[in-house]
């Protein structure tokens, strides 16, 4: 049985504000291991298949801030976190942010807590509904700022998903999410490029490319420790295979089979002129590490 810091032989109970597919599926989960659960959502109604679940709903949020000192919160965005939990008397409390947000709401939000006499916690959930509550489904959420209230809630807010402490500045969890999450968008953007680019040929299932492509991806993943050395070392230079002067004069191929293809070049093209600009400016023997300063730089 997983159990809270708080409490060494019982389930801690806790309080979920929002019940969304994702805080539905956060629900079940703490459900599941037995924790006692009080649920609030704006549309009631979507609280009546957890209660027939064990949950309690409360009826005004806040009834459902007062039944726990865990208060997790899933809601829309971080303006409805400010305007639900306006009224509520929060002292006392630990809240835990789950909302997606930036960096700066999440800093705003914690000084908010503080000033209200909360505790404060912010989350960037590294997972989809369906991940949620299935260990082997690798995802996890990152958290942020108060350390002591992490370490007292851990073993509760691990029930769902794995968790990952990132530092006391309460931006962090959510500068981790988003910096993930842009890298992603990166690369679906190739990978709808990619398939852009073979979609004309009837010869070449795409479910056959797939394969190819996963795996060279996966390959090419390994290039960000390399980088990571390089922003550490200061050494834009150091270990690197193909320099920058290359891959943006191979660039060249790359935007003549677009053409020839019928492929519009949009998704990449913004990189392939960054690339152009750094090697202009005199530093093509460097790997990809000196675009992240210029990017900085602008």
Request: proline share 8%; charged share 20%; no cysteine.
């Given at each position: 049985?997983?159990?809270?810091?708080?409490?060494?032989?019982?389930?801690?109970?806790?309080?979920?504000?929002?019940?969304?597919?994702?805080?539905t599926a956060l629900a079940r989960a703490w459900l599941a291991a037995g924790h006692p659960l009080t649920v609030w959502n704006r549309t009631a109604a979507k609280a009546e298949p957890l209660v027939a679940e064990g949950a309690r709903a409360a009826a005004t949020l806040e009834e459902a801030v007062a039944a726990a000192d865990l208060v997790v919160v899933c809601l829309l965005d971080d303006a409805s976190v400010g305007e639900a939990l306006a009224?509520?008397?929060?002292?006392?409390?630990d809240i835990v942010n789950l909302t997606t947000g930036t960096p700066a709401q999440a800093r705003e939000r914690a000084g908010w807590a503080r000033q209200r006499g909360a505790r404060f916690l912010d989350g960037g959930i590294m997972a989809v509904p369906p991940m949620i509550g299935i260990p082997e489904a690798g995802g996890y959420v990152f958290y942020s700022g108060d350390h002591a209230l992490f370490e007292q809630h851990r073993d509760?807010?691990?029930?769902?998903?794995?968790?990952?402490?990132?530092?006391?500045?309460?931006?962090?969890?959510a500068l981790h999410d988003v910096a993930l999450l842009s890298a992603m968008t990166g690369m679906f953007a190739g990978i709808t490029h990619a398939f852009a680019l073979m979609?004309?040929?009837?010869?070449?299932?795409?479910?056959?490319?797939?394969?190819m492509l996963t795996d060279w991806l996966r390959a090419m993943a390994d290039m960000s420790a390399g980088m990571a050395h390089q922003l550490e070392?200061?050494?834009?230079t150091e270990g690197v295979a193909s320099n920058l002067a290359m891959m943006s004069a191979g660039n060249a191929t790359l935007e003549t089979t677009a053409e020839e293809q019928g492929v519009s070049g949009e998704l990449l093209?913004?990189?392939?002129?960054?690339?152009?600009?750094?090697?202009?400016?005199?530093?093509?023997?460097?790997?990809?590490?000196?675009?992240?300063?210029?990017?900085?730089q602008r």
């Open positions: 049985m997983t159990t809270d810091h708080t409490s060494a032989t019982q389930p801690a109970p806790l309080t979920l504000l929002g019940l969304g597919d994702m805080g009224a509520a008397e929060l002292t006392g409390k509760t807010l691990a029930v769902p998903v794995g968790t990952r402490y990132v530092g006391t500045d309460p931006g962090h969890a979609r004309p040929e009837q010869d070449v299932k795409p479910t056959a490319f797939a394969g070392s200061g050494d834009y093209a913004p990189f392939m002129a960054s690339m152009r600009e750094r090697v202009a400016h005199g530093y093509g023997d460097e790997g990809l590490a000196g675009l992240v300063d210029m990017l900085r």
